[in-house]
C-alpha cells in the first residue's frame, strides 16, 4: 500500500520540484488575487443589484441549475442585520474563493490519480452547499425590519404577505400616491390634459420638504407636475395640481377622503395632499395597498413616470433623481412612491413586475432609508419566487348551450375575463380542466349570465379554483305572437312531410291511395 501524501509534495528531482513549487505559488497567489477581485466585483454588482452573477456560474457548475436566489435573499437580507447584504456577499464569495485556490492546489500539487479522488471528495460538499441555498423561503420565514408591511398582487388583489397591515400610521409622501390616483383618473376622464398648464399659487410655492422650488405665478404643465410628483417627490407640485383640480388644497384632500372610502381605505384620513406631518393624517399598509393597486392597474400610463431614474424641468435647468432606488437597481421595478420623515420614519410603496406578474410590496415605519428598502426588496423576491399569474384558456372550444322557448336554439358560453389565477409555484404546473354545463337552459337569457363552470386541477387532481362560464350573447323569450307562428310553421312543415310521404307510398301500393281517398 502506498503511504498517503501531503498536500505538498515529497522531494522530486530538483527540476521537476522546481517546476512543481513554481505552479503552487503560482495557484496560492492566484487565488489570492482571485478572492479580492470577487469581493471588489460584487460589492461593485451589489451597488447595481446585480452581485448575485458572480456565484451563479459557480453554483450551476455544481448542480447543473440555476438556484433560486431571489428566494434565498429573501430568506437572508433581513438576518444580517445592519450590514444588510455585504455580510452574506462576503462568506458567499469568500467561499467561492476557497474552492477555487483549493482546487488549484489540488491540480498542481497532486497526482492525476489522486487529485481526481479528492475532487469527488469535494464536490458532495459542493452540492450540499448549493441545494442549501436553493431551499426556498416560507412567508413566516420573512424577518422585517418595519413594524407594518404588506405584500399585495396587482391583478388579483390577493394579499401574499401581512404584518400589522391595517394599524393606522402615517404615510408621509406615500399619500401622494392618491394625489396621483384622482390626477391620473382626471386624465382619463377627459377632465384634464397633460398639456393643460398650471399656474403656481402662493401656498403651493410655500410647501417645504422636498419640492421643485416652485415660485407663486410660475406655469407648468400637468405632465411636469406630475413627474415632479413622481421622481422627486414634489410637495409643490403635488399642491399645485390639487389646487387645479379642485380650487384648494382643502376641497381636493376632501375628495381624496371621498376617494378613499369608495375604494374601502377603512383605516385611512388624510388631512394634506402631500404627507407633511400633520396630526390626523394616518392610513395603513393595506390602504396603501389598496390605492397602490388602483392607480397602477387602471391608469397604467403612470408607469411612464415612476420609472423614471433621472430626468429635468425647465429645459433641463432643474436636475431630477427619483427618490426611489429600487426604479435603478431592482430588475423589474416599475415605481411607486417613497415618503419619510422624522415622525413616519421611511416608508415605501414598491412595485415591481416579473413574467407577467406585477406586485406592491408596502412598508411603513422603517428605521433607515436602507433598511425600508431591503425590507421592500425581500417581499418582492419572496413573492416572485413562490407564486406564480396563470392565465387559463379553455383547452379546447367551449360547447353551447340549448335554449328552451329562446329566439335562439343555442347560447354560446364564454369564459370570465377575470381568468388568472395566483398559485404557489409548486402547484401552478399540470393542470387539467373540466367543463360543467346544464343540459339545457330556459329563455330569457342575458349576455354575461352564468352558465357553469370551468373547474381547474392540478397534477394531483386537487381542486384548484372553480371559473365561471358566462353566456355570450343575449337571447329573449318567445312572445305568444312568434310562438303561435312557430307552432304554425311547425305544422305546415309536418302537414308537408305527410303529404310527400303518403305519395311516396301510393306510388308503390296503388291500393293505398285508394282505400284512403288519396
Given at each position: 500500500?502506498?503511504?498517503?501524501?501531503?498536500?505538498?509534495?515529497?522531494?522530486?528531482?530538483?527540476?521537476?520540484?522546481?517546476?512543481?513549487?513554481?505552479?503552487?505559488?503560482?495557484?496560492?497567489?492566484?487565488?489570492?488575487i482571485h478572492l479580492p477581485?470577487?469581493?471588489?466585483?460584487?460589492?461593485?454588482?451589489?451597488?447595481?443589484?446585480?452581485?448575485?452573477?458572480?456565484?451563479?456560474?459557480?453554483?450551476?457548475?455544481?448542480?447543473?441549475?440555476?438556484?433560486?436566489?431571489?428566494?434565498?435573499?429573501?430568506?437572508?437580507?433581513?438576518?444580517?442585520?445592519?450590514?444588510?447584504?455585504?455580510?452574506?456577499?462576503?462568506?458567499?464569495?469568500?467561499?467561492?474563493?476557497?474552492?477555487?485556490?483549493?482546487?488549484?492546489?489540488?491540480?498542481?500539487?497532486?497526482?492525476?490519480?489522486?487529485?481526481?479522488?479528492?475532487?469527488?471528495?469535494?464536490?458532495?460538499?459542493?452540492?450540499?452547499?448549493?441545494?442549501?441555498?436553493?431551499?426556498?423561503?416560507?412567508?413566516?420565514?420573512?424577518?422585517?425590519?418595519?413594524?407594518?408591511?404588506?405584500?399585495?398582487?396587482?391583478?388579483?388583489?390577493t394579499v401574499l404577505f401581512?404584518?400589522?397591515?391595517?394599524?393606522?400610521?402615517?404615510?408621509?409622501?406615500?399619500?401622494?400616491?392618491?394625489?396621483?390616483?384622482?390626477?391620473?383618473?382626471?386624465?382619463?376622464?377627459?377632465?384634464?390634459?397633460?398639456?393643460?398648464?398650471?399656474?403656481?399659487?402662493?401656498?403651493?410655492?410655500?410647501?417645504?420638504?422636498?419640492?421643485?422650488?416652485?415660485?407663486?405665478?410660475?406655469?407648468?404643465?400637468?405632465?411636469?407636475?406630475?413627474?415632479?410628483?413622481?421622481?422627486?417627490?414634489?410637495?409643490?407640485?403635488?399642491?399645485?395640481?390639487?389646487?387645479?383640480?379642485?380650487?384648494?388644497?382643502?376641497?381636493?384632500?376632501?375628495?381624496?377622503?371621498?376617494?378613499?372610502?369608495?375604494?374601502?381605505?377603512?383605516?385611512?384620513?388624510?388631512?394634506?395632499?402631500?404627507?407633511?406631518?400633520?396630526?390626523?393624517?394616518?392610513?395603513?399598509?393595506?390602504?396603501?395597498?389598496?390605492?397602490?393597486?388602483?392607480?397602477?392597474?387602471?391608469?397604467?400610463?403612470?408607469?411612464?413616470?415612476?420609472?423614471?431614474?433621472?430626468?429635468?424641468?425647465?429645459?433641463?435647468?432643474?436636475?431630477?433623481?427619483?427618490?426611489?432606488?429600487?426604479?435603478?437597481?431592482?430588475?423589474?421595478?416599475?415605481?411607486?412612491?417613497?415618503?419619510?420623515?422624522?415622525?413616519?420614519?421611511?416608508?415605501?410603496?414598491?412595485?415591481?413586475?416579473?413574467?407577467?406578474?406585477?406586485?406592491?410590496?408596502?412598508?411603513?415605519?422603517?428605521?433607515?432609508?436602507?433598511?425600508?428598502?431591503?425590507?421592500?426588496?425581500?417581499?418582492?423576491?419572496?413573492?416572485?419566487?413562490?407564486?406564480?399569474?396563470?392565465?387559463?384558456?379553455?383547452?379546447?372550444?367551449?360547447?353551447?348551450?340549448?335554449?328552451?322557448?329562446?329566439?335562439?336554439?343555442?347560447?354560446?358560453?364564454?369564459?370570465?375575463?377575470?381568468?388568472?389565477?395566483?398559485?404557489?409555484?409548486?402547484?401552478?404546473?399540470?393542470?387539467?380542466?373540466?367543463?360543467?354545463?346544464?343540459?339545457?337552459?330556459?329563455?330569457?337569457?342575458?349576455?354575461?349570465?352564468?352558465?357553469?363552470?370551468?373547474?381547474i386541477f392540478d397534477a394531483?387532481?386537487?381542486?384548484?379554483?372553480?371559473?365561471?362560464?358566462?353566456?355570450?350573447?343575449?337571447?329573449?323569450?318567445?312572445?305568444?305572437?312568434?310562438?303561435?307562428?312557430?307552432?304554425?310553421?311547425?305544422?305546415?312543415?309536418?302537414?308537408?312531410?305527410?303529404?310527400?310521404?303518403?305519395?311516396?307510398?301510393?306510388?308503390?301500393?296503388?291500393?293505398?291511395?285508394?282505400?284512403?281517398?288519396?
Open positions: 500500500s502506498r503511504p498517503a501524501q501531503s498536500l505538498f509534495p515529497t522531494p522530486f528531482p530538483s527540476a521537476l520540484l522546481r517546476r512543481k513549487m513554481l505552479l503552487l505559488r503560482k495557484s496560492i497567489c492566484t487565488g489570492a477581485l470577487c469581493f471588489l466585483m460584487s460589492y461593485r454588482f451589489q451597488k447595481r443589484e446585480t452581485h448575485h452573477t458572480v456565484c451563479l456560474p459557480f453554483l450551476e457548475q455544481g448542480t447543473g441549475v440555476e438556484p433560486a436566489l431571489t428566494a434565498w435573499e429573501a430568506a437572508v437580507i433581513p438576518i444580517y442585520q445592519p450590514c444588510e447584504q455585504m455580510e452574506y456577499i462576503i462568506f458567499f464569495v469568500s467561499f467561492q474563493g476557497e474552492i477555487f485556490m483549493l482546487s488549484l492546489i489540488l491540480s498542481y500539487s497532486l497526482p492525476n490519480e489522486e487529485r481526481s479522488s479528492a475532487m469527488k471528495r469535494m464536490f458532495p460538499m459542493i452540492l450540499l452547499f448549493a441545494l442549501l441555498l436553493c431551499v426556498p423561503v416560507r412567508a413566516d420565514e420573512l424577518t422585517l425590519d418595519a413594524p407594518s408591511a404588506l405584500l399585495m398582487e396587482k391583478q388579483t388583489g401581512a404584518k400589522d397591515e391595517h394599524t393606522p400610521r402615517e404615510p408621509a409622501s406615500v399619500t401622494k400616491v392618491m394625489t396621483l390616483l384622482l390626477t391620473m383618473e382626471a386624465i382619463d376622464s377627459g377632465a384634464l390634459s397633460y398639456d393643460d398648464t398650471v399656474t403656481g399659487s402662493a401656498h403651493a410655492a410655500s410647501m417645504g420638504g422636498s419640492q421643485i422650488w416652485l415660485k407663486e405665478g410660475e406655469q407648468m404643465h400637468v405632465e411636469d407636475l406630475i413627474k415632479a410628483v413622481c421622481v422627486v417627490s414634489g410637495n409643490d407640485a403635488a399642491v399645485a395640481l390639487g389646487e387645479h383640480l379642485a380650487g384648494s388644497e382643502e376641497a381636493f384632500v376632501a375628495r381624496m377622503n371621498e376617494r378613499a372610502k369608495e375604494l374601502g381605505m377603512n383605516d385611512t384620513h388624510f388631512v394634506n395632499c402631500t404627507g407633511l406631518p400633520a396630526e390626523g393624517h394616518v392610513t395603513s399598509a393595506y390602504d396603501i395597498a389598496l390605492m397602490s393597486r388602483e392607480l397602477i392597474w387602471h391608469h397604467p400610463d403612470i408607469r411612464r413616470f415612476t420609472t423614471i431614474w433621472m430626468d429635468s424641468l425647465r429645459g433641463g435647468a432643474s436636475m431630477l433623481v427619483n427618490t426611489n432606488k429600487l426604479v435603478r437597481f431592482y430588475p423589474g421595478a416599475t415605481g411607486l412612491k417613497t415618503g419619510s420623515t422624522d415622525s413616519a420614519k421611511y416608508c415605501i410603496s414598491a412595485t415591481a413586475e416579473k413574467d407577467g406578474m406585477e406586485l406592491i410590496a408596502v412598508i411603513l415605519g422603517g428605521s433607515t432609508s436602507d433598511k425600508r428598502f431591503t425590507d421592500a426588496k425581500a417581499l418582492l423576491n419572496y413573492g416572485f419566487a413562490a407564486y406564480s399569474l396563470v392565465t387559463v384558456t379553455p383547452e379546447s372550444p367551449l360547447p353551447a348551450v340549448p335554449v328552451t322557448l329562446g329566439t335562439q336554439k343555442t347560447v354560446q358560453s364564454v369564459l370570465t375575463s377575470e381568468n388568472a389565477l395566483l398559485l404557489e409555484k409548486s402547484r401552478a404546473n399540470g393542470l387539467t380542466q373540466a367543463v360543467s354545463l346544464p343540459e339545457s337552459i330556459d329563455a330569457p337569457v342575458e349576455e354575461g349570465e352564468p352558465l357553469g363552470t370551468l373547474d394531483n387532481g386537487t381542486p384548484v379554483a372553480s371559473l365561471p362560464l358566462l353566456a355570450g350573447e343575449s337571447i329573449p323569450r318567445l312572445t305568444w305572437s312568434e310562438l303561435f307562428c312557430r307552432l304554425l310553421k311547425l305544422a305546415y312543415c309536418g302537414a308537408k312531410t305527410l303529404s310527400v310521404f303518403h305519395k311516396k307510398r301510393s306510388d308503390i301500393f296503388p291500393f293505398y291511395a285508394h282505400a284512403y281517398n288519396f
